[in-house]
Every structure is written in structure tokens, then in C-alpha cells.
């Protein structure tokens, strides 16, 4: 039931989407809003179809409509498994953090530590394999990203404010 | 004759075959490192180039652009994650063949088909050179509106298996094409402000965030490794993905032309081709409909031979008309102008050994690069034998410099297109028609704004070309209809009960 309403209100996210696209687009020229319209009203169109689809599978246990199989990589059924939504949290959990010390403290050095505390804290690695994999990503990133390449890096936000 | 002869024995000189290999070697890294495209690579080197005769300058550029999408499928197949731009459709077949443990195969198939496509493309370029001019004429603008048609309307057909959803997604991935600046009004769309926006969102983050992260996050969950089944990379699978090649003769002869006359056409690389390819060998391969997007090698071989034959493709309008095919051929056309050598009429005329020695050096590359991949694939493959635990924070850090372009907007669009490809994984909506309509939407109507300016009537629509590509857009319409109505028919089968 969970699942199934977690689809629905994904499937409203689309409807959202295409009335926010078209709404947004109502006081451009008729030459700039011409293509989002002719996207955007079919679209509405459809995500109000599926979302009606959706409520008839929630609410009247209706077969649903689209059982048959995506042309898309298919993922570990695992994920609705105890352990398997724990992992993903679990996950998220690390991609939040990765997300937030980027802000922070920048790319450049949140990635190599990034590396180096998943590798010890979440596959327990020994710290030497940690070390010598942190010190590969540090070793990619500033030989050759940094020095030969010349990409800028962001600047963290607690950096920025210190005033370095 | 004679020239062609005397032109190859100074092709095989000392410093020209070591700036080719170090070409190579340079395009083989590029390909394998996600995000990281031949402009910056090539900005380096252009001064550098000033130190080397023509010969040397065009073995190496053209030795690094000829392999990138060689190693370009390594990561797609062994992670799914597109390295290039040109292995983005890969990923929809080639991974999943590593999952089932036969990454090795794939990358065979994916090598030979490289190796093909590239060295076809580099002779039908060399017989092609007489009628460059007559081929390249045929295009106008209603030709390229025509053909991005046909590019947006095989949407119908990667939706296959849940048609509404995947039209929703191509409805919005075109939407998601359309923000920046609208190219008849100058009208902003969509920008909120930010000023990374006006160019439109960044797609090398919305690609590797739109594939890669999802299964990054199901590679963690599961806990295990890419592949499922116990895995021996051997080389006899390798040998059997590139006998597949030769099994597939006619797709991959049909990917190897699409590519070099996609290629031929300014503008359209970015992956664009290999969808279009792999899309139509989706609507009209006997047997497609139900095997591609699980694991099926045909699936890898034509986008593969199409992105490489591409290359060759792309030289043709740059040295004919110096019109460069993309941004990298714009830059190889500078490099080759601080040597004094000018594209077009005279280049033919009084530097025809340039023109072969590019021929020679897109052929000679293509060979290279694919050995060099092959002696590395079993080793590659093992890759997807390691535990997810420490692949995963490799490939996140990857991800984000491979999407990070200067701007703390590209992560955000990186991790907001992971989250929602992540999301349609999991209810089930296919990530495929978003990420083409996203490619396909801004060009057409770019050349739909340029078509209806050049012409004040509908009289485009009766050239011949654009004819054909309209019949074709049709055709595949109608076969994505067979599945819409075999969609209508199972809803209406339940609503009526027989």
C-alpha cells in the first residue's frame, strides 16, 4: 500500500511538473511557449491518466496497467527487503553527508576523505587499503585534474566565511 | 595512387606512429573517465601542436578523438555509468549483460564493433571524398528539422512496456531540454535566476546522474557486486562478443552508415546518433522489441559501431566546407590552421596528403585502441567481481567530477537527476525517453525556428530528403502504435471483459 501510494504521489509530481510548466510559460511570447505547450498539455494529459490509473490500482485493487517490462536496466528487488531499505537509507545517509561536506569544505577536499571514510567506517577496510585508495583519488585530483586540466574547484562555504 | 602509397610510407615514420600512440593513449583515458570530454584535452594541446609538423599534430588529435568512444563503453558496461556521451545507449543493454555475468562478452562485442565502425567509417570517408560536396549539399535546414523528427519520435519506442509513463518522461525530458534562452525570441526560460541556466541544464550531469547514481544505489543495497553470478572473465568471451559482430553483420553495417551519415551532419553529436541508432535498430531488428534493454549484445554492437564511425563522419564537413562537426572539430580545425593548412577546395587541391593522412590515422587509430582495450578487458571485467562496498565510493567520486563542470549548480542538477532516476527505477518508469527527448527537443526546435524563418511557405516539406525522413518518423510511429494498441487493447480487455 505504501509503494503504491509512494507511485501515485510520483506520479503527481509529473502532473505538478507539466501545470507548473505551462502556467510559468503563459506570458512568454507565442514563439518561446509554442513547444512547451504542445509538451506540456499532452503531458498534463497523461500524468492525469496515470495518476487516475494509479488511484483505481490503490483504492479497487484494479490489475495495473503497465506489468509488462520496461526497456530500462531493472533494479535488485532486494531494495524492499528489511535489510535492503536499511542499506538504502544507509546510503542516502552517506550521499547527504557527501552533498553537505562538498558545501562546506569543497570538492576538492571532501572527495578523498569521502573515499577514505566510507572505505573504513562502512566496508571496514583495513586503514592501510583506505589510505592507499585516498590517496589514489587525492593523487588524480590534483595531478592531473588540478595541474594539468586547470579545473577550478569550488570553493567550501566555511572557507569562504573564514575568509581563506 | 602513387600518392596514396607515398603518403602511407611517410604516415609510418618514427614520430608520427609515437604521436599516435600517445594519441591513443590520451583518447583511451579520456573515453574511460566519465564527463571528461577531448575540448579540454585539446585546448592543452594546440599550443603544444605548434612544436610538431601537420603529420605529427594530426596523429595525435586525431588519435585521441578516434578511440574515446573505444573505452567510452568500459564504464557503461562494467557500471552504467556512460563514459562518453556516444556510449549513453550502451548502457541500456551492456549493463545489464554484466549483470548476468557477461561483461567480458559485452566489451568484446562493444570492442569489435568499435573497431568496425571506425575503420569502415575511415574508408567509406576516403571513397566518399569525391562526392563530399554533392552529399553535404543535400542538407538545409528542413532536412535537420526532419531528422531531429524522427530522433524526438523514437520516444514511442523506448517507451516500450509502459507507453504512458514513458511518454510523460519524454514530454518532460523534452521540457527539461528547453531551458535557457528560446533561439527566435531570446525569451529566458525557465532560469530562476541562475545564470549556469542560460545555456540550459548541464546533460553530462543529467546523464550520469539520470544512470549512474541509481545503480550506484542498488550496487550498495544489494551489497554484492555488479555481477550476479559468479564471474571468470575469460578470453573466450571476449572472442564470442566479437564474433557477435559478425553474426549481427547487417545491424552493424547499418549502425557503422547511420553513424558516418549522422556524423556528417554539424551538430548532431552528444550521443544524439547512438539513440537515434540504437532506437531504430530497437523499431526494425527482428526479435528487438522483446530482448533489447535486457541484456541483448545487439543493443551494445550498432551504438557502438555507430559513435565510432561517427569520428569519420564528423571530418568530412570540417575539411571539405570547414564546417566543424563539433566543438572538438572546431578545434582541430585551429590547430590544423596555425600549420597553414585551410579546409575546403584548396586542402584537396594542394594538401590531399592531409586528407589521407587523416584517413590513415582514423584507421591505424581505430585498430590500436581496440587491441589496446581488448588486452586490458579481462582484467576490466574482474571489476565487476569486486564488492559493492568499495566500489561505491570510487564511482560517487567519479560521478561528481564527471558531472562538475565549474559550477556548484552542475552537482545539484547531478544529484537532483539521480535522485529522480532513482525514483523511476524504483515505480518503474523508463529512464530512456526523458534522457533522449532532452537531446533531441532543443534541436528541433532550434531547426524548426530556422526552417519557418528561411521558408515563408510549407514548400520545405515536398524536398525529397525531408520526405523521407517524415515517412520514417511515420513508420516508427506506427510501430510504437502497435504497442500503444496492444496497451489499449489489454486495458480495454479489462475494462470489457470478454
Known amino acids: 500500500m505504501k509503494f503504491k501510494l509512494a507511485s501515485s504521489l510520483y506520479t503527481a509530481l509529473f502532473l505538478f511538473f507539466f501545470a507548473g510548466a505551462l502556467w510559468t510559460s503563459k506570458d512568454w511570447p507565442w514563439a518561446a511557449r509554442a513547444l512547451p505547450w504542445f509538451l506540456a498539455i499532452p503531458g498534463l494529459a497523461l500524468s492525469s491518466w496515470q495518476l487516475g490509473s494509479d488511484f483505481l490500482w490503490l483504492f479497487k485493487k484494479a490489475h495495473k496497467e503497465d506489468e509488462g517490462t520496461i526497456m530500462d536496466i531493472s533494479v535488485s528487488s532486494d531494495a524492499f527487503t528489511p535489510v535492503g531499505l536499511q542499506r538504502t537509507r544507509k546510503i542516502f545517509c552517506w550521499i547527504g553527508a557527501f552533498i553537505i561536506s562538498i558545501w562546506l569544505l569543497g570538492l576538492l577536499i571532501v572527495s578523498p576523505l569521502f573515499v577514505l571514510f566510507f572505505l573504513l567506517f562502512e566496508a571496514r577496510e583495513k586503514w592501510w587499503v583506505a589510505m592507499l585508495y585516498g590517496t589514489a583519488v587525492v593523487a588524480f585530483m590534483v595531478g592531473f585534474l588540478d595541474q594539468v586540466l586547470h579545473v577550478p574547484w569550488l570553493p567550501g562555504v566555511l572557507f569562504t566565511a573564514l575568509g581563506f | ?498
Open chain 2, 1 to 498: 595512387m602513387a600518392e596514396a602509397a607515398s603518403v602511407l610510407y611517410s604516415f609510418f615514420t618514427t614520430t608520427t606512429l609515437l604521436w599516435l600512440f600517445i594519441g591513443v593513449g590520451v583518447g583511451l583515458i579520456i573515453g574511460l573517465l566519465p564527463g571528461l570530454g577531448t575540448i579540454p584535452v585539446y585546448g592543452i594541446l594546440i599550443p603544444f601542436t605548434l612544436h610538431l609538423n601537420v603529420l605529427e599534430t594530426i596523429a595525435l588529435m586525431l588519435g585521441i578523438k578516434g578511440v574515446t568512444d573505444t573505452s567510452g563503453p568500459i564504464t557503461s558496461v562494467l557500471f552504467g555509468i556512460p563514459g562518453q556521451s556516444g556510449a549513453q545507449a550502451t548502457v541500456l543493454d551492456g549493463y545489464p549483460m554484466s549483470q548476468k555475468g557477461e561483461a567480458d562478452r559485452a566489451l568484446g562485442a562493444a570492442y569489435m564493433a568499435s573497431l568496425l565502425g571506425g575503420c569502415i567509417g575511415a574508408v567509406v570517408l576516403a571513397l566518399s571524398i569525391p562526392f563530399l560536396r554533392a552529399i553535404m549539399m543535400i542538407f538545409g535546414l528542413p532536412e535537420f528539422f526532419a531528422l531531429s523528427v524522427v530522433g524526438i519520435v523514437l520516444v514511442s519506442i523506448v517507451s516500450s512496456g509502459s507507453m504512458v509513463k514513458g511518454l510523460m518522461a519524454g514530454c518532460a525530458g523534452a521540457l527539461l531540454g528547453l531551458v535557457g534562452q528560446n533561439p527566435q525570441t531570446a525569451t529566458i526560460r525557465w532560469d530562476f535566476g541562475q545564470l549556469f541556466l542560460l545555456d540550459g541544464l548541464p546533460r553530462v550531469a543529467i546523464f550520469v546522474g539520470m544512470f549512474g547514481i541509481p545503480e550506484l544505489i542498488d550496487l550498495f543495497v544489494k551489497g554484492t557486486s555488479v555481477s550476479d553470478v559468479p564471474f571468470f572473465p575469460s578470453f573466450k568471451k571476449i572472442y564470442e562478443g566479437a564474433r557477435d559482430c559478425f553474426r549481427n553483420w547487417g545491424l552493424l553495417f547499418f549502425g557503422t552508415i547511420m553513424g558516418l551519415f549522422l556524423g556528417a551532419i554539424p551538430g548532431l553529436g552528444g550521443g544524439r546518433i547512438s539513440w537515434i541508432c540504437y532506437g531504430l535498430a530497437r523499431a526494425f531488428a527482428k526479435g528487438a522489441a522483446e530482448t533489447f534493454g535486457k541484456g541483448d549484445v545487439r543493443g551494445v554492437i550498432v551504438p557502438e559501431a555507430a559513435n565510432n564511425s561517427e569520428e569519420p563522419g564528423m571530418v568530412i564537413p570540417t575539411m571539405a566546407f570547414g564546417i566543424p562537426g563539433s566543438p572538438t572539430m572546431a578545434m582541430f580545425l585551429v590547430a590544423l590552421s596555425l600549420h597553414g593548412i585551410q579546409p575546403g577546395r584548396t586542402l584537396f587541391l594542394e594538401h590531399f596528403d592531409v586528407v589521407l593522412t587523416i584517413v590513415y590515422v582514423l584507421f591505424v587509430a581505430n585498430i590500436i585502441g581496440a587491441a589496446t582495450c581488448l588486452l586490458f578487458t579481462k582484467q576490466l571485467s574482474k571489476l565487476t567481481s569486486v564488492k559493492a562496498d568499495v566500489l561505491v565510493p570510487m564511482l560517487l567520486v567519479l560521478i561528481v567530477l564527471a558531472a562538475y563542470q565549474s559550477d556548484v549548480g552542475d552537482l545539484v542538477v547531478l544529484f537532483s537527476s539521480g535522485f529522480m532516476g532513482w525514483l523511476m527505477t524504483r515505480f518503474r518508469w523508463p529512464r530512456a525517453p526523458l534522457v533522449l527527448a532532452l537531446v533531441m527537443a532543443p534541436m528541433m526546435e532550434q531547426y524548426y525556428v530556422l526552417t519557418a524563418l528561411r521558408y515563408e511557405t510549407l514548400e520545405w516539406l515536398a524536398r525529397p530528403i525531408v520526405i523521407v525522413f517524415l515517412v520514417l518518423a511515420i513508420l516508427i510511429i506506427l510501430s510504437g502504435i502497435k504497442q500503444l494498441r496492444e496497451w489499449i487493447e489489454k486495458v480495454c480487455g479489462r475494462l470489457v471483459p470478454r
